[in-house]
């Protein structure tokens, strides 16, 4: 069986500057990780430019990525240190001449030691600040990007930060999640407008980390909608100013009361026999049912803009590539208009609070020399990717 996606489609692959860059005064630094390590190397992305160009490109036309703003702007207000500006410049000129498209995501989780030190997401005087740093960074860099991409999945950073405790300021507060939440679709909203004022006729959005929540019996049915609606309902309709509708999709999450995942309580998992990675329950149809949902209550372009599977086992990674472009197919058939999917990620990196062992890449990347190393999944991906086509096989176990 074969799977066509039409010519205009977009594939690309997706990172994040702090997972892939040595970290410099932001607030993850030397944080200790869930698999025991320190982040504070990751993988020398900015020693290694010309070769991860040459991985980037040859993976796919497009590239979702990020900037670190802790190094761009070391002070609230200041400008651009000028040696970063033109490190960043020589890469985004050498990435876009290699007939690379990029997709500029603004924050992506990590804030400047400077800006967490004044109340970060949870003070609204800060929005001033981040809108401060994003107004430079489409001024100076806006003819490298053809998509904008404000906030990478402000619900799970949110929930994560301030509900669970498990990123940066692990400060548990549900009065704070929401006044986050709600601060950044305040930033976002104005930046939408400023991009639309300086950098004309490029699409604007929002990444959302969208999950399937369900409850696995009686007792999980009432928590599982509240999570829902929490997380897939209220928080995206903050985000009115909008060209596209970003999705990330990784996973089903189910109630027993409490939400079961392969990292909390893996022996549920085993007993209810549910297929997993490494991390959640492995469920691919969650990603058209969500992508249906969406697509019926906003009839916005929806641009897959994070999806992939963990797992140290690159024969599922595979699988769940052909597992994942049916969904895309099946949803396509109904109607949804879906421009693009970007595949998280290009290579393995430090995964925030989990660490280097949770792996998402196409290419390995080396826990002592950081030397990358091709896995058969990236042949796969990126025949896809410039083909626009995929002979799709069984599913991911």
């Known amino acids: 069986m074969k799977i066509r996606f039409p010519r205009t489609f977009i594939f690309g692959t997706s990172t994040s500057a702090c997972q892939i860059e040595t970290p410099f005064q932001h607030d993850w630094m030397n944080l200790r990780s869930r698999d025991g390590n320190t982040f504070s190397r990751t993988t ?17 036309p497009h590239y979702r990525m990020s900037l670190m703003w802790s190094k761009l702007q070391q002070q609230p207000f200041a400008g651009f240190d000028p040696v970063v ?28 030691t400077w800006f967490a030190k ?66 950044i679709a305040k930033a976002h909203n104005r930046m939408y407008d400023h991009i639309k004022r300086w950098d004309p006729g490029k699409m604007v959005g929002i990444s959302h980390n969208c999950t399937v929540f369900q409850g696995e019996n009686l007792l999980g049915r009432i928590p599982a909608k509240i999570y829902d609606w929490c997380y897939m309902s209220y928080a995206e309709d903050l985000f009115k100013k909008t060209d596209f509708f970003g999705m990330s999709y990784y996973a089903r999450i189910g109630f027993d009361p409490f939400p079961i995942t392969y990292l909390t309580a893996p022996e549920r998992i085993a007993k209810w026999q549910k297929k997993h990675d490494d991390m959640w329950e492995y469920y691919p149809e969650g990603l058209e049912e969500c992508i249906i949902r969406f697509w019926n209550k906003y009839k ?17 990674r595979i699988a769940a590539i ?16 879906i421009l693009g999917y970007y595949h998280w990620t290009a290579w393995d990196n430090f995964e925030w609070s989990l660490g280097p062992t949770f792996q998402f890449g196409l290419y390995s990347c080396d826990p002592l ?19 626009k086509e995929l002979d799709v096989n069984g599913s991911a176990d």
């Open 44 to 60: 020398d992305h900015e020693k290694r430019l010309d070769e991860d160009i040459g991985i980037i490109s040859s993976l796919a």
């Open 85 to 112: 500006v033109e490190h960043y410049t020589a890469f985004l000129k050498a990435l876009t001449g290699s007939g690379v498209r990029i997709m500029m995501v603004m924050h992506h989780f990590a804030n400047p």
């Open 118 to 183: 004044k109340g970060g997401w949870a003070n609204d005087e800060n929005i001033d600040a981040w809108f401060d740093y994003g107004r430079r960074l489409v001024e100076t860099f806006g003819p490298y990007v053809e998509t904008w991409n404000t906030f990478n999945e402000p619900n799970l950073y949110a929930s994560m930060a301030f509900v669970r405790g498990e990123f940066p300021p692990f400060n548990k507060g549900i009065l704070k999640a929401n006044a986050v939440i709600r601060n």
């Open 300 to 316: 916005k372009p929806i641009i897959i803009t994070e999806n992939g599977i963990c797992t140290q086992d690159d024969t599922k």
């Open 322 to 337: 052909s597992d994942y472009m049916k969904a895309l197919s099946s949803a396509m058939s109904q109607g949804a208009e």
């Open 369 to 387: 020399t950081k030397d990358r190393r091709k896995k058969p999944s990236a042949d796969i991906f990126s025949r896809l990717a410039f083909t």
